[in-house]
């Protein structure tokens, strides 16, 4: 069209612009965006599995940069029970990192749980649901739920399990772990505390032939003091911790729930 | 004239150089809204032992232009419930639009609500009908936000939804543009939240508080804070809309002034202007 | 060769104004056991009867959990019921992840009922060749309601949907102005005495051929209302409630008397 008109020998005028074709081309569906879909809003989480129980905590503070949104917002739920109150729950997940994202992380693993329910007449092992948080997370490998979970509850015979993930769904079974804002401050003191790392019989030997301290498994009271030293601890250092804990303990008598307070600075 | 009518209405070139019409794309990646544009300040809200109190100035600015300086941002849902929008103005008429809409078909399903409690004698007494409560409301608007933060076509709106929940206790709760939910018993939208909730929290830190708080005081509360914010907030307004909740409704008043104001502070501020001192 | 010349398909009126295609989806709803729904002021029972198809089978699920705050009784084709009652979960889901409160009973019930509209009303389609009882509860108590292959769907105070079931809506038209105020127990004798009403001779109900389900909108202290979760029972749980109603004649003799309870 250009060519014709402003080529035009006889009116030999002024040219006008004919030229609007794109500049570019995109992938079909491709978008533009300067929106950040993420946020931080900090907290700290932590489980250890005990001989016949799993604790697990999280602090309820809800952080913006350096705002405090919240200072009850929990981050730990009970997963698939057979009502909205999750009365019969035996699983419980606690997510932290970008709220929104835990948010509806919780509700998916939920509504799968109920649906399994529903379709098999029994409960998820908590074998088979950690498998199942693993491929929902992966599911969303490109544009992933900025959440750090971890989740609890007791495996095929009795024992406490906990089973942590990455923010794309690699998880592995563990003893203990610490997630988010804090993870770095608390899970050092996991490791000497729960696994007995670096702990050695004094004056049994020089070098390697220093003895390690036994491991024993830890009881519910011990673990309970523990967690709470844990984020008495990472609240006096991180400004993202504080304001409240909530623990909740599986048994098989079922999921307790305890709330304390921590410092609110 | 130029008898081509193709020409018409076309840039000439040699006044105006090749026009470059690469915003007309039609295969380039789709582009939605980057950054709000005209916007809303702050709003703010508290709970009290029967209710909440929200309110937020009439202000609607464009950049740092005081452009419309009668916009309501609270608005009522159902009677029931009161949603206050800080951000993007178009986006909170896009919402307002979307509620009201939701509003009619809940209230239309339920139309059967008032006829079906009259022939009850105690059963029903307590319980209102079953047309969307605040709770019901705010876990709507957090999926809808959430759902377009995801499709990166956010709603550019931090929002407040005060009201009553299912069991007819005060509800207060926030959601923003990713879809970030949570509440508390008193809570702020941007300079709000560091400005006004500072004080907001001397009087309700907890759910307790507020529970002691009456509906005079948190009024009292709220209009201090809109004040200080009005003092300090440069995108702020002296006009505003305030609103309370209650179990027997919202009641909405869109047009106060700021009363008692005493911009005496303003001498002992050292640091920004030409002052020697 | 064909009885009928109106019933090849479901978008066809006969001259006198049916759709047979859909009538017959009726018939199919009598072909089913019995099931019977009660709701009172506090509570919705279904009750229902179970078929074996011969002695050493299982018995046919009469009763469906659907959420926590409602349940379904089908008499019918069992696998068209699966269908509706998939759907009706997947709804009450999607409406709990939405809005945070249960699905109101009303609008779950129009839902199926649009759904199956649609079936009379397209070419190569069929009618759900199954009735059910619709049992919940919401913010304005409990509902029963009844659904129809038509697309019909009705609120009822109590009823009665397939084989024989007219002998039980006549027990339940009898003793109607009782249901509103009966407790939890009373709701669930009189659903069973109606189920009784509507067995063939020397049939009786035992702990194999009997379903119980139960939903309620319970008064907490507080003056706030719970919902007691819908629930079936089955098997022994269900002994207590038919010995209560073993050798009474109608009309609620026998009430009152101390049984165990499952709460």
Not at chain 2, 250 to 276: H, K, P
Not at chain 3, 216 to 236: I, L, N, S, Y
């Amino acid at each position: 069209m250009a060519a014709m008109f402003s080529q035009n020998p006889l009116m030999n005028g002024p040219n006008y612009s004919f030229n609007d074709s794109p500049r570019t081309s995109a992938p079909e569906g491709a978008r533009e965006h300067r929106f950040d879909p993420y946020t931080d809003n900090g907290g700290s989480t932590l489980a250890i599995a005990g001989a016949d129980f799993t604790i697990m905590a999280g602090d309820t503070r809800l952080t913006s940069g350096y705002s405090i949104n919240s200072r009850h917002h929990p981050k730990l739920f009970k997963i698939g029970g057979t009502t909205a109150d999750q009365k019969d729950a035996t699983i419980v997940l606690s997510v932290v990192g970008f709220a929104a994202d835990g948010e509806a992380l919780k509700e998916r693993l939920d509504a799968i749980c109920k649906m399994y329910r529903y379709r098999h007449g029994k409960p998820m092992s908590v074998k088979a649901c950690a498998q199942r948080l693993s491929t929902i997370l992966y599911q969303k490998r490109f544009f992933p739920y900025y959440a750090y979970a971890i989740l609890g509850g007791l495996d095929e015979e009795g024992k406490g399990a906990v089973y942590s993930y990455d923010p794309v769904g690699s998880y592995e079974r563990e003893q203990c772990r610490a997630g988010g804002a804090a993870a770095s401050l608390i899970m050092p003191f996991l490791d000497n505390q729960v696994n007995f790392k670096n702990q050695y019989i004094p004056n049994s030997g020089e070098g390697h032939a220093l003895q390690e301290r036994e491991r024993r498994p830890l009881s519910r009271n011990e673990v309970e003091v523990l967690v709470k030293d844990a984020f008495d601890g990472a609240v006096e250092r991180h400004i993202e911790v504080g304001d409240g804990l909530q623990m909740m303990v599986i048994t098989k008598d079922g999921i307790e729930e305890i709330l304390m307070p921590l410092k609110r600075d | 004239m130029d008898h081509r009518p193709q020409a018409w209405g076309r840039p000439r070139d040699d006044i105006y150089g090749a026009y470059d019409a690469s915003y007309l794309q039609t295969s380039g990646p789709k582009t939605a809204t980057q950054s709000p544009v005209v916007t809303g300040t702050s709003v703010i809200a508290i709970k009290f032992k029967d209710g909440i109190v929200m309110a937020a100035d009439n202000l609607a600015s464009y950049g740092s232009l005081a452009r419309f300086t009668d916009v309501k941002r609270l608005r009522t849902f159902l009677d029931t419930s009161v949603v206050g929008f800080g951000g993007d103005v178009s986006d909170m008429q896009f919402l307002d639009r979307h509620l009201k809409e939701l509003a009619i078909d809940e209230a239309y399903e339920h139309n059967d609500d008032q006829q079906q409690q009259d022939d009850d004698d105690s059963h029903h007494k307590s319980t209102p009908g079953t047309a969307l409560n605040a709770a019901n409301l705010h876990k709507y608007l957090q999926k809808l936000m959430y759902r377009r933060r995801n499709d990166f076509d956010p709603l550019w709106n931090q929002i407040l939804v005060g009201g009553l929940d299912a069991a007819r206790k005060p509800f207060l709760a926030s959601v923003d543009l990713r879809g970030t939910a949570f509440t508390s018993p008193s809570l702020a939208t941007g300079f709000g939240a560091a400005l006004a909730q500072p004080i907001m929290r001397r009087y309700a830190a907890t759910d307790e508080d507020a529970a002691r708080l009456t509906r005079e005081q948190a009024v009292d509360v709220v209009k201090e804070c809109m004040k200080v914010l009005f003092y300090r907030d440069a995108r702020s307004l002296d006009r505003y809309s305030i609103a309370v909740v209650t179990k027997d409704g919202v009641e909405l008043s869109e047009d106060e002034q700021l009363e008692r104001q005493s911009w005496a502070f303003a001498e002992r501020i050292r640091g920004y202007g030409t002052q020697t001192v | 060769m064909f009885r009928n010349n109106y019933d090849n398909d479901s978008v066809t009126f006969s001259p006198q104004g049916r759709i047979f295609q859909v009538e017959y989806a009726a018939e199919a709803v009598k072909q089913g056991s019995v099931v019977v729904g009660i709701a009172s002021k506090t509570h919705a029972v279904l009750v229902a009867i179970k078929r074996n198809a011969e002695e050493l089978s299982s018995y046919q699920k009469k009763l469906f959990p659907i959420d926590e705050h409602v349940g379904i009784a089908i008499a019918g084709l069992t696998s068209d019921a699966r269908v509706l009652s998939n759907f009706m979960k997947q709804q009450c889901l999607g409406h709990r992840l939405t809005y945070g409160r249960n699905m109101p009973v009303r609008t779950l019930v129009e839902m199926i009922g649009s759904k199956a509209q649609i079936n009379t009303q397209h070419y190569g389609k069929r009618p759900y060749g199954v009735g059910l009882l619709v049992a919940g509860v919401d913010d304005q108590g409990p509902h029963l309601f009844e659904f129809q292959p038509s697309g019909m769907t009705e609120e009822m105070v109590a009823f009665a949907i397939g084989a024989r079931s007219q002998m039980a809506r006549t027990y339940l038209e009898k003793n109607i102005d009782a249901f509103r105020g009966c407790s939890r127990e009373e709701l669930i004798r009189h659903g069973l005495r109606a189920l009784k009403e509507s067995l063939v001779q020397d049939r009786e109900l035992t702990v194999d051929n009997t379903s119980v389900g139960v939903v309620g909108a319970v008064k907490a202290d507080d003056g706030t209302t719970k919902v007691e979760p819908f629930r079936v029972f089955d098997g022994q749980e269900v002994t207590a409630w038919i010995e209560s109603v073993a050798d009474d004649k109608e009309g609620g003799a026998g009430e009152g008397e101390g049984m165990e309870v499952d709460s």
